[in-house]
């Protein structure tokens, strides 16, 4: 595992080293208050609290996303329909009117670059692919299909979000259960993550936003993340949006890995014979060029 250090790194390693100490010390943690939200102990979770996730909804499957309905009028980004437009603050609205008309001119903006990771909300939005949800005590892990498997990690150990989280391309997510709902509160993003349109129109959120979902099952093999996105910078308010998710069961549905980098890379045969991955030529504006351009 490489330690990497940004962004007052050294100062929350230190932070880290600390809290480790108290975790061996022995410091409690949050009471769980429902099925599903365990405190799990420092000698790891009991056969109790594995089997008190057989209390949570199934959600078990492969989860594809489903789009949402065209209302009348609205543009179509990257084959998605956004049925409730962000309220933009006047600024950010010139840009994002800009970026709109390059876009029906044919000139679109890649939003998502270098293979950077999308970050939240993009991660549950924006995605065409996959994902897989994984239930263990004290954690809710979301796994997304593109890119190696991308993952969020949800705390449901009753942590609270930490006084100065890291700041991270998902943030840090704590969440509990309010019935079959997965009630989850992300904080501490990137201020360089994008509000998306899609993915040729959208705007860096710049610092302090936050992230409410309620996702649940509304039906068999439906399930629905209701988001409330606030970026204080950039909206004038809180933008609700809605992703459905259809599941699929059996091995013909099982998620693939993925690496976006590869498509910078030609398969080749280096001088002794051995199968190499060999950088491709890139244009002006950094786009692949085919071998030998």
């Not at 080293?17 to 975790?23: I, M």
């Not at 989850?184 to 360089?192: H, K, M, N, Q, S």
Request: glycine content about 12%; some cysteine; aromatic content about 6%.
């Amino acid at each position: 595992m490489r330690l990497a250090l940004g962004h007052g790194g050294a100062r929350r390693v230190a932070r880290g080293f600390a809290y480790a100490l108290l975790l061996l010390a022995g410091v409690a943690t949050a009471a769980p208050v429902c099925a599903g939200e365990t405190a799990v102990a420092a000698g790891g979770p009991s056969p109790k609290d594995w089997a008190d996730l057989a209390k949570l909804p199934d959600w078990s499957g492969v989860w594809t996303p489903l789009p949402p309905a065209p209302p009348t009028g609205k543009p179509l980004h990257a084959g998605q329909w956004v049925d409730n437009e962000p309220a933009w603050t006047p600024a950010a609205a010139q840009q994002i009117a800009a970026l709109e008309a390059d876009e029906k001119a044919g000139h679109p903006h890649n939003i998502y670059l270098n293979c950077l990771p999308e970050g939240m909300p993009s991660f549950m939005i924006m995605t065409l692919n996959a994902l897989e949800i994984l239930f263990t005590p004290g954690r809710v892990t979301i796994l997304g299909e593109f890119d190696g498997n991308r993952l969020r990690r949800i705390y449901t150990d009753g942590r609270k979000h930490p006084d100065d989280p890291d700041l991270t391309f998902d943030g840090h997510s704590i969440g509990h259960w309010e019935g079959g709902t997965l009630v989850v509160d992300t904080v501490g993003i990137l201020p360089e993550v994008f509000l998306p349109l899609g993915q040729g129109v959208g705007l860096p959120n710049n610092g302090d936003m936050h992230i409410v979902e309620r996702i649940r099952l509304t039906g068999p093999d439906l399930l629905q993340d209701d988001l409330l996105v606030s970026a204080p910078h950039m909206l004038q308010k809180p933008w609700a949006y809605k992703r459905v998710f259809k599941r699929h069961r059996g091995a013909e549905a099982d998620i693939v890995e993925a690496s976006c980098r590869q498509g910078d890379f030609v398969e080749q045969r280096d001088a002794e014979g051995n199968a190499i991955f060999a950088p491709l030529p890139h244009d002006a504006g950094g786009a692949p060029l085919p071998p030998g351009k």
